[in-house]
């Protein structure tokens, strides 16, 4: 009987299997979008169990489990490591066929050279021997990405971080490079006006530019927008639901902006026109600066109430957005492409509806000042599997030049994710070799070498130039 998860994994032709072992495999992993703590590299944290190392924060999984019938208790409650990591066990069984049941199987290979299914009966021999790993110093978070072959990662910061963890591992000499990415959502957050006045007064502080009008909020993102960059950040990210683009004068902006700043309310349209505004204003900040800007397009969150009310964001609880965006995407890349302002730019989807839009979107603003200008991005949070990626790769290659895609993010909070670029680059070399195999694409080694080598990590370091 074949092993499941054997070195062939995903691989269904001799092609593919030579394309991953032979190229693919051996390229290290630039993770240019992830959500990774900083603060718990800097500290070189070691886990003390496999509970803790997978289940504190993943609302993949969290979501399964609750999809299982598991209580509260075992997901984001009180139940010890050991408890919870049960009752992700005996979800596994349960999730043939979702992605998470791939990934666990992976990551229990990669990182503990277990190759054994887990499962009820499993469980406990699995936590301990994971659990008495992670209590070494060889796999601490340092050594998890070491192991794993990674160069450099992009974590996700606010405006307002001080990124002091960032600077420490620059000081430690860490070989991974770790840099910031600037993600400016809740500068933009404005439907909770006493948050929303709360941060302001935050960067107002750590910018030291008093805040009272629109010029003075862009003022104050610049002086942040400038610290980021002297920290190494060259990519901005936006989460947004879709794009702002209605029009307004700078009186009005200035005259809307003073009164949410005061605590007062505010209209949809005068709401519509400040996101418009200051999207926009980022987006010119971005160019200037020479960087890469991400958007992260469409996701419905918060959707249950009253999970969100007894735990906060990040849960679980978010959903496939089906805002249409078309248009306005259009009207705000014009935009910028007309002032001379257009940046190199990623574009995330949530709904794979919306693969095709995009694709065809972007391709009218390339250009020549750089090869790939405008990509779309790798597949994202409920896209990231089998069919997804699969329709991913086919929608740039239908529509633009898969030879210049800058390859797979992991979009993780886990030291555990790494995996996942594996998934993505085995996807990718059965594609390619069983169509190689189909007198599809020829069969020259040299060319499907570089094609291969560039997507896995090639394109993204010359892309980004962060190395």
């Known amino acids: 009987m074949k092993k499941f998860i054997d070195e062939n994994f995903l691989l269904q032709t001799e092609t593919a299997k030579n394309l991953y072992h032979e190229f693919a495999e051996k390229m290290p992993i630039f993770d240019y979008h992830c959500h990774l703590p900083v603060k718990d590299l800097a500290e070189d944290v070691c886990y003390e169990n496999i509970g803790q190392a997978w289940l504190d924060g993943d609302h993949y999984k969290w979501r399964l489990m609750r999809s299982n019938g598991i209580p509260e208790k075992f997901c984001t409650g009180d139940a010890t490591d050991f408890e919870k990591f049960e009752k992700w066990a005996e979800t596994v069984p349960i999730a043939i066929r979702n992605p998470l049941y791939h990934w666990t199987h992976l990551e229990l290979q990669r990182y503990f050279n277990i190759d054994t299914i887990l499962s009820p009966k499993t469980c406990k021999e699995i936590y301990y021997q994971c659990s008495t790993l992670l209590q070494s110093p060889d796999f601490s978070v340092k050594n998890l990405l070491l192991k794993m072959n990674v160069n450099l990662i992009c974590t996700t910061d606010d405006p307002i971080d001080s990124l002091e963890h960032h600077k420490k591992l620059k000081e430690d000499g860490y070989k991974v490079k770790v840099i910031p990415t600037f993600r400016?959502?809740?500068?933009?957050?404005?439907?909770?006006t006493t948050s929303y006045v709360s941060y302001i007064s935050k960067l107002s502080d750590i910018s030291g530019i008093e805040i009272k009008n629109f010029s003075s909020l862009i003022e104050a993102l610049d002086v942040r927008h400038k610290f980021f960059?002297?920290?190494?950040?060259?990519?901005?990210?936006?989460?947004?639901?879709?794009?702002?683009?209605?029009?307004?004068?700078?009186?009005?902006?200035?005259?809307?902006?003073?009164?949410?700043?005061?605590?007062?309310?505010?209209?949809?349209?005068?709401?519509?026109?400040?996101?418009?505004?200051?999207?926009?204003?980022?987006?010119?900040?971005?160019?200037?600066?020479?960087?890469?800007?991400?958007?992260?397009?469409?996701?419905?969150?918060?959707?249950?109430?009253?999970?969100?009310n007894k735990l906060g964001p990040d849960i679980g609880c978010d959903a496939i957005g089906d805002t249409i965006f078309g248009s306005k995407l259009v009207k705000f890349l014009d935009s910028l492409d007309q002032s001379g302002e257009l940046t190199k730019t990623i574009f995330y989807n949530i709904n794979p509806r919306d693969n095709e839009l995009i694709a065809s979107i972007i391709g009218s603003f390339q250009d020549a000042i750089y090869p790939?200008?405008?990509?779309?991005?790798?597949?994202?949070?409920?896209?990231?599997q089998i069919d997804g990626i699969t329709k991913q790769i086919n929608t740039i290659s239908n529509l633009g030049l898969l030879s210049r895609f800058i390859g797979m993010t992991t979009d993780s909070r886990s030291f555990l994710s790494y995996p996942r670029h594996e998934y993505f680059r085995r996807i990718l070399c059965n594609m390619i070799g069983s169509e190689v195999e189909n007198g599809e694409i020829p069969n020259d080694m040299e060319l499907l070498r570089k094609t291969i080598e560039n997507i896995c990590y090639n394109n993204a370091v010359d892309y980004f130039k962060m190395l």
């Not at 400016?184 to 909770?192: L, V």
């Not at 005061?262 to 400040?274: I, P, R, V, W």
């Not at 790939?372 to 990231?384: E, I, R, Y």
């Open 229 to 308: 960059h002297s920290m190494g950040c060259r990519i901005a990210d936006h989460g947004i639901l879709t794009f702002w683009v209605e029009p307004y004068t700078s009186g009005e902006i200035e005259r809307i902006t003073a009164n949410i700043l005061s605590g007062n309310d505010f209209t949809q349209g005068e709401a519509l026109k400040f996101k418009s505004a200051l999207l926009y204003e980022c987006a010119k900040l971005n160019f200037n600066r020479g960087w890469v800007q991400q958007f992260h397009i469409g996701p419905f969150r918060n959707t249950n109430t009253r999970l969100f």
């Open 372 to 384: 790939g200008k405008m990509q779309f991005g790798p597949s994202w949070w409920f896209l990231d």
């Open 184 to 192: 400016p959502d809740k500068a933009m957050a404005i439907e909770n």
